[in-house]
Nanobody
Framework: QVQLVESGGGLVQAGGSLRLSCAAS????????MAWFRQPPGKERDLVAAINWSGSSTEYADSVKGRFTISRDNAKNTVYLQMSSLKPEDTAAYYC?????????????????WGQGTQVTVSS
């Protein structure tokens, strides 16, 4: 049974930083593409950032380019999302996801596994 567990969310002032972590258990994720999605209140869930199995390829939503960085540590079976210069519009539930097929040109594929989410709230 694969589990993805997010952590690191919380309340932060605008301009601040947070680092989200997603720890996988149950199997190694080293051959999976990984991604972070977010869902603001009353809105649909959207892709924020994604990374391929080796970490050599990444993709970002336009709204977070230059502010967020996705990375992974396959030895720890963990993926990270470093968020800087946070804005109130970044407020959302953030979800980690894993896909066997996610990679360059295909990060908006279906994801096999999802975490339960962690809340990020940015105050103005």
């Amino acid at each position: 049974q694969v589990q993805l567990v997010e952590s690191g969310g919380g309340l932060v002032q605008a301009g601040g930083s947070l680092r989200l972590s997603c720890a996988a258990s149950g199997r190694t994720m080293s051959s999976y593409g990984m991604a972070w999605f977010r869902q603001p209140p009353g809105k649909e869930r959207d892709l924020v950032a994604a990374i391929n199995w080796s970490g050599s390829s990444t993709e970002y939503a336009d709204s977070v380019k230059g502010r967020f960085t996705i990375s992974r540590d396959n030895a720890k079976n963990t993926v990270y999302l470093q968020m800087s210069s946070l804005k109130p519009e970044d407020t959302a539930a953030y979800y980690c996801a894993a896909s066997r097929y996610a990679g360059p040109g295909n990060y908006r594929t279906n994801y096999d596994y999802w975490g339960q989410g962690t809340q990020v709230t940015v105050s103005s």
